[in-house]
């Protein structure tokens, strides 16, 4: 970056750096196309060294995830173009005609995750621990989770 006479910076990047990063998708990615996690962490300029300590590569991962997050939401809600992770290899601009269908996907994987954890959590109850009201509670919201899953079913599909 030059520094003019006054030592002021030519050009102020913004932060945090994916704001930066939106202009370069913009002018350099359109739907379909697959954005490559390299190009990512340069744009983002973080740099990944070849040796450190497992806490280093953590806090570089922390930010480069702190960083596609904004990415994401920005480039949904400002230019309409959704990024789905492609595994191992970077993030996908999906085609707006494909928007329908992932989000109901990603609605589908969340709430049945979500109904999982649910049941779990009423299955290993501790019943010697409870009253016969919270007992009576705890079966009635088994009853709700099982209404809330035929919904989704029925629903979601």
């Known amino acids: 970056m030059?520094?003019?006479?006054?030592?002021?910076?030519?050009?102020?990047p913004y932060h945090p750096a994916y704001k930066q990063t939106i202009a370069a998708v913009l002018s350099t990615f359109t739907y379909g196309d697959i954005i490559d996690h390299g190009w990512l962490y340069n744009e983002f300029g973080i740099v990944v060294p070849v040796t450190g300590d497992k806490q280093k590569f953590q806090k570089i991962a922390i930010e480069y995830m702190v960083?596609?997050?904004g990415l994401k939401e920005e480039l949904l809600e400002k230019h309409s173009m959704k990024l789905v992770s492609v595994y191992a290899v970077g993030y996908k601009i999906i085609m707006p005609s494909e928007h329908s269908a992932e989000a109901m996907s990603t609605?589908?994987?969340?709430?049945?995750?979500?109904?999982?954890?649910?049941?779990?959590?009423?299955?290993?109850?501790?019943e010697n621990m409870l009253t016969q009201a919270e007992i009576q509670e705890k079966d009635a919201n088994v009853g709700k989770i099982a209404a809330v899953t035929a919904f989704?079913?029925?629903?979601l599909t």
């Open 107 to 126: 609605l589908k994987s969340k709430v049945s995750k979500e109904i999982k954890k649910a049941v779990n959590t009423l299955r290993y109850v501790n």
């Open 152 to 155: 989704s079913k029925n629903r």
């Open 2 to 12: 030059s520094t003019p006479a006054n030592n002021l910076p030519a050009k102020l």
């Open 67 to 69: 960083q596609i997050e």
